[in-house]
């Protein structure tokens, strides 16, 4: 493996636990700035406003809030008086007890509310500073392969065939082919335009049709050009540099990306233990080099890897559009956590789909190194996840104070002070323990 430089590995880790301070304690603030301004609003004295977990780190006190900023950056809260069982006085006009069931479901919702909006404000954002995506969706809409039984080998579609018009509108690349793609539904016909050795050939279907196999089956023509290098991995250690455009491996001709991997796979042992090097054959700013490298096998994926990506380049958006495509985005990802937590509560998820301080100070660490627009990507899913989590019934979250709501609602009276303080204190025994384990998890991450 390659070694890290002492000064770069302390930078990378400087770097990294101060960006995940800076955006998990701006994140928290919003959540908490929530609670505070609806308090405020229906006159529920705050007596505490904090950043963070004791010890208490710097604050100060105005009027009758003490204002701080404590040591342990995993978390905030707001204290509003009379929120305590001890405290409760139904005839106090500033205290928290006093105010109707609607009002305290309104202190309690805006916190993740103010979560779930700052999501649909950061991820409009990330299509406006603009977004990678795949180098070859600008290239010509060449199919490199058909896949037996789809849809295309159906029509009589070819490998080599380039796609010139859909429906008679002209397509110059495969942006332009998934965008008049984008536009049909299941009841319209379908005409596909090919030119196939140097002559125009007319193909007719239905969307219906396309429906009916589930998917097109064709596979895009994407030039063997590196686009990006995993950190550690085989490619890394050989070697190769973004840009270098693959010409043989294995002393096996590369005309297409697809080609990298099913040829990595053919020259390996079936039993991982011993993998074999590979020659690479290559080309980097005009001249030809040869490298050697050895693929390394990953367990989870069963398959042995070199560590590349495909060329990426950078779209932007303008306002209305990226508004859109935002909040396309954070509904599907809401709609996404939700079936990852049925999954999880059914049996069916995996805990290491689960991530906790580590990781997520990790993520965000390499956000911040890899531009504006991962970061806000990553503050957006951050602050969602933040939201939707603090509304899930549980005891010492905002969802379980607003689930106590309900019963008290529908028993038309609050439960005992008692009973109150024995499943808060439950629940955060809960999230203690969630904690731990998440945190042992990431840490056994790493380590393997």
């Known amino acids: 493996s390659i070694s890290t430089p002492p000064l770069a590995g302390n930078n990378f880790m400087i770097t990294t636990v101060l960006s995940f301070i800076v955006v998990l304690g701006f994140l928290i603030f919003i959540h908490e700035l929530g609670h505070y301004l609806a308090a405020r609003h229906v006159n529920v004295r705050v007596e505490t406003f904090s950043i963070g977990f004791p010890p208490k780190m710097t604050g100060f006190r105005r009027g009758n809030t003490d204002y701080q900023i404590c040591w342990i950056p995993l978390g905030g809260y707001v204290r509003l008086f009379g929120q305590n069982v ?5 005839n106090d006009p500033e205290n928290y007890a006093s105010k109707t069931v609607w009002q305290r479901f309104y202190i309690l ?33 060449v199919v490199q392969q058909v896949k037996v039984e789809s849809f295309a080998a159906s029509v009589g579609l070819q490998a080599g065939d380039e796609v010139i018009a859909v429906n008679g509108r002209e397509v110059r690349n495969w942006r332009g082919l998934q965008s008049e793609w984008g536009t049909l539904t299941p009841a319209d016909s379908l005409s596909l335009t090919v030119l196939r050795s140097g002559r125009e050939v007319e193909v007719q279907s239905t969307m219906r049709e396309v429906q009916n196999y589930g998917e097109v089956g064709w596979v895009p023509h994407i030039p063997a050009v590196i686009g990006v290098i995993s950190s550690g991995s085989a490619a890394e250690e050989a070697g190769l540099e973004i840009g270098d455009r693959i010409m043989r491996l294995g002393g096996e001709d590369v005309g297409d990306w697809s080609d990298i991997s099913r040829l990595v ?13 590979m020659t690479v054959e290559l080309v980097r700013n005009g001249q030809t080099k040869l490298l050697e490298l050895t693929p390394k096998y990953e367990p989870e994926v069963g398959r042995y890897l070199l560590g590349l990506q495909v060329g990426t380049e950078r779209e932007t958006y303008a306002l209305g559009e990226a508004i859109g495509l935002g909040a396309e985005r954070v509904i599907f990802m809401t709609q996404t956590t939700f079936n990852f937590l049925g999954q999880m509560l059914s049996g069916q998820g995996s805990t290491d789909d689960l991530g906790g301080p580590i990781r997520i100070g990790m993520f965000i660490g390499d956000a911040v190194r890899s531009g504006v627009g991962e970061l806000f990507f990553l503050i957006a899913v951050i602050s969602l996840q933040l939201g939707i989590f603090n509304l899930l019934p549980i005891p010492a979250l905002d969802g379980g104070h607003i689930f106590f709501l309900l019963v008290e609602k529908i028993k038309g009276g609050p439960l005992s002070a008692a009973t109150r303080e024995r499943t808060q204190m439950l629940g955060f025994s809960v999230l203690l323990l969630l904690m731990v384990f998440v945190t042992y998890h990431d840490i056994l991450s790493i380590a393997t």
Do not use: K
Request: aromatic share 10%; net charge negative.
């Open 109 to 141: 919702v805006a916190g993740p509310a103010m979560n779930l909006v700052f999501a649909f404000i950061f991820m409009p954002l990330v299509y406006l500073v603009g977004v990678d995506a795949p180098a070859y969706l600008s290239a010509p809409p």
């Open 86 to 90: 001890m405290d409760e006085d139904a």
């Open 265 to 277: 796979q053919q020259s390996q042992p079936l039993a991982p233990a011993n993998p074999i090097p």
